[in-house]
């Protein structure tokens, strides 16, 4: 099939694009930076310099790829995300999840796609309290976390945004993938990544008792998922290995597999004016998500099951 895939050189693009190539679709792929086009090129792809926040360009570069499928890897996270400012720091990335979605649906409609395959997240559910000592796991028609905090809500608000224009777009097959906590190389759990580079700082610790339940993916079975989806009945899919683990069993484990000292614990009391009120959210709240939709209708099943296994593969 004929691809367009938007974002193609971010975490999820770099791997996704040989993995498209080797199931024998043609790729275009888009990029936000000239330097990037020969990284696209060496990969198989038909590389596009696009800015996803210029609506002529968007429809410019989609009308001329003439896509059977569009796959929406759109992002612009910051390197350094640091949870007293969120907010600013995730304005660009809110706005492509919103404009950036509203016009790449319109184009892809205009150049007569079936399909829009689009990133989401599995992590931002609202909590619930575990089931007899374990762990409650989400599944996909559950509500998104509009009581978190305040400088997540307009990232939740947008991401909501992202979803309903997708599934709502007429004549478009859509695929929601909820994606997990991703792993892997390019990403911020990256030995070169800022999660793992305050751990190495021993600058995250684990706060309150760390009893937030998170759910990882590795960038890889991330990409094999879009794969999968690709001719799939419309729907929204968390795309999460098998194993949700609480901050106090997973940061420890991080902090082995990259060679750290254990992290420290800091009171939420404490860590509030230290971190802010997202950081203390992010580790006392929250449930793992369920991947059995996943597994039952797209046929997917993460190669790396675990992330315990993963860290030490990906970090060792």
């Given at each position: 099939m004929r691809v367009f895939l938007a974002g193609a050189t971010g975490a999820i693009g770099r791997r996704l694009t040989p993995m498209l190539r080797q199931a024998g679709h043609e790729v275009v792929g888009s990029t936000r930076t000239p330097a990037k086009a020969a990284e696209l090129e060496r990969a198989g792809a038909k590389p596009v310099v696009l800015d996803a926040l210029r609506r002529e360009a968007v429809f410019e570069a989609v009308l001329d790829a003439r896509p059977e499928v569009v796959i929406h890897m759109l992002t612009a996270l910051p390197q350094h995300l640091h949870p007293r400012t969120v907010e600013r720091d995730l304005a660009i990335n809110d706005r492509i999840r919103e404009d950036g979605t509203r016009d790449l649906v319109a184009?892809?409609?205009?150049?007569g796609a079936r399909q829009m395959i689009a990133q989401s997240a599995a992590f931002l559910y609202m909590p619930l309290a575990g089931v007899a000592g374990r762990p409650a796991l989400r599944g996909e028609e559950e509500a998104l976390n509009f009581e978190a905090p305040k400088p997540l809500l307009r990232s939740i608000n947008a991401l909501h945004m992202l979803e309903?224009?997708?599934?709502?777009?007429?004549?478009?097959?859509?695929?929601?993938l909820r994606l997990g906590h991703l792993y892997g190389p390019g990403t911020a759990f990256a030995r070169d990544g800022a999660i793992a580079q305050k751990v190495l700082a021993r600058k995250l610790p684990v706060i309150g008792g760390g009893e937030a339940v998170w759910s990882f993916v590795h960038v890889d079975d991330a990409a094999r998922a879009v794969v999968d989806a690709i001719g799939a009945d419309r729907g929204v899919y968390n795309v999460v290995d098998d194993d949700p683990a609480s901050v106090r069993q997973w940061l420890p484990e991080l902090a082995r597999a990259l060679g750290a000292k254990p992290p420290l614990h800091i009171p939420a009391r404490l860590a509030r004016p230290l971190h802010g009120a997202v950081a203390v959210s992010m580790m006392t709240k929250?449930?793992?998500?369920?991947?059995e939709l996943a597994k039952q209708t797209l046929g997917w099943t993460p190669r790396l099951a675990s992330w315990r296994q993963g860290f030490r593969t990906a970090l060792g």
């Amino acid at each position: 099939m004929r691809v367009f895939l938007a974002g193609a050189t971010g975490a999820i693009g770099r791997r996704l694009t040989p993995m498209l190539r080797q199931a024998g679709h043609e790729v275009v792929g888009s990029t936000r930076t000239p330097a990037k086009a020969a990284e696209l090129e060496r990969a198989g792809a038909k590389p596009v310099v696009l800015d996803a926040l210029r609506r002529e360009a968007v429809f410019e570069a989609v009308l001329d790829a003439r896509p059977e499928v569009v796959i929406h890897m759109l992002t612009a996270l910051p390197q350094h995300l640091h949870p007293r400012t969120v907010e600013r720091d995730l304005a660009i990335n809110d706005r492509i999840r919103e404009d950036g979605t509203r016009d790449l649906v319109a184009a892809a409609q205009q150049a007569g796609a079936r399909q829009m395959i689009a990133q989401s997240a599995a992590f931002l559910y609202m909590p619930l309290a575990g089931v007899a000592g374990r762990p409650a796991l989400r599944g996909e028609e559950e509500a998104l976390n509009f009581e978190a905090p305040k400088p997540l809500l307009r990232s939740i608000n947008a991401l909501h945004m992202l979803e309903h224009t997708v599934r709502s777009a007429d004549g478009l097959e859509a695929v929601v993938l909820r994606l997990g906590h991703l792993y892997g190389p390019g990403t911020a759990f990256a030995r070169d990544g800022a999660i793992a580079q305050k751990v190495l700082a021993r600058k995250l610790p684990v706060i309150g008792g760390g009893e937030a339940v998170w759910s990882f993916v590795h960038v890889d079975d991330a990409a094999r998922a879009v794969v999968d989806a690709i001719g799939a009945d419309r729907g929204v899919y968390n795309v999460v290995d098998d194993d949700p683990a609480s901050v106090r069993q997973w940061l420890p484990e991080l902090a082995r597999a990259l060679g750290a000292k254990p992290p420290l614990h800091i009171p939420a009391r404490l860590a509030r004016p230290l971190h802010g009120a997202v950081a203390v959210s992010m580790m006392t709240k929250g449930d793992g998500a369920s991947n059995e939709l996943a597994k039952q209708t797209l046929g997917w099943t993460p190669r790396l099951a675990s992330w315990r296994q993963g860290f030490r593969t990906a970090l060792g």
